[in-house]
C-alpha cells in the first residue's frame, strides 16, 4: 500500500539525564515524531531496578506523545564472546534491559550483535543465536523485541553483512521476536554507497534477500565521517559526510521505508546561529522528501 511520504516518523536519540520520562519533553521541542533512548546506563554492567514510580512517570509522559519510542542496548554487551564470563554477564545485562524495556511499554531494543574476537563468523554467530535463545527464555511473553543493528565491520564485529544477521534470525528458537536495525553509516561504511543508484538498490535487495523488509523496525539515519568501505564507525550530520545529500533523498523517497521510524544518532551540540543540530538534521532530512533523486552513477567498488 503507497503512503504519503510526509507522514514518515523523523526523531533523534535523546539523553533521559534527570529521567527516562524528560526525553518526551525535549523530544517535543525538537520536533520529534519518534525517539530513541537508553533505559539505563549505556557503559555500566548493572543498574538499580526500575522503581513503580519511574515506570508511572513514564507511561504518562508517554501517553500522546513521540512514538514509537526505542532503546539502544548498552555497549559493554558482546553476545558472541568466546569469554563465557563475559558472554554470561551480557546475557544477563540484555534480560534486564529486555525486563525495563518490557515494563515501560518499549517495544523494540536496538542491539550490537557482538564481536568474535578472533574465533571465526561462524562461531561468532552460533554464540549470539544461543545467547538470544537463552535471553528468550528467560523473559517468556515479553512483547519487546530485540533489534540486531547493522554495523560498520571494525574488528571482529558482526553484522555488516546482512547475510550475518539472516544466519542469526535463522538460528534462533524465535525469531518471531527479533527484528533488524538498519543504520546508514554503519552499511555506508560495510561497502554499500548509497549515493549512488546501484549501491543503494543492492543494499535493498541484500536486505530482502536476507533478512526480510518486514523485519526492518528502525533506521539510524546518520552521515558518515569515513568513505565507503572503510569500515569505521563515525557519524556525522547529515549532508555533510561522505554519505552526502544524495544516500538520504534516496532514503527519504523510497516507498518501501517509508513507514518505519527514523532515528538521528548525529553528534549534538548546536550551529553557528545557536539552533539544536538536530532540529537541523530534522529539518534537512524533511526538506528532502519529495526532491528528484539524483542521477545515476555507478559505485565504483572500493572506492570512497
Known sequence: MSRDLHDQRFGAHLSVAGGLEKAFAAATELGCDCLQIFVKNQRQWSAPPLSEEQIRRFRAAAR??????????????????????????????????????????IR???LHPGAHLGEGLDRGI????????EAHDATPGFRV???????????TTIGHEPAHLGRVLGGVRHPERLGVCVDTCHVFAAGYDLRAADGYERLIADLSRHVGLRRIH???????????????????????????????????????????????ETPKGRDGRGVDLDRVNLRRLRGMIGRPAPAARPSPPGRG
Open 218 to 264: 528502525c533506521l539510524h539515519v546518520n552521515d558518515s565521517q569515513a568513505p565507503c568501505h572503510a569500515r569505521v564507525d563515525r557519524h556525522e550530520h547529515i549532508g555533510r559526510g561522505r554519505i552526502g545529500r544524495a544516500g538520504f533523498v534516496r532514503l527519504v523517497n523510497d516507498q518501501r521505508l517509508a513507514a518505519l521510524p527514523k532515528i538521528l
Open 108 to 110: 523494540g531494543l536496538v
Open 64 to 105: 500522546g506523545g513521540p512514538r514509537p519510542v526505542l532503546a539502544h542496548g548498552s555497549y559493554l554487551l558482546n553476545l558472541a564472546s568466546p569469554d563465557s564470563a563475559v558472554r554470561r554477564r551480557s546475557i544477563l545485562a540484555l534480560i534486564d534491559e529486555l525486563t525495563r524495556c518490557e515494563a515501560l511499554g
Open 145 to 155: 523485541r530485540a533489534l540486531l543493528e547493522t554495523t560498520a565491520g571494525q574488528g
Open 126 to 133: 552460533a554464540r549470539i543465536a544461543a545467547s538470544l535463545d
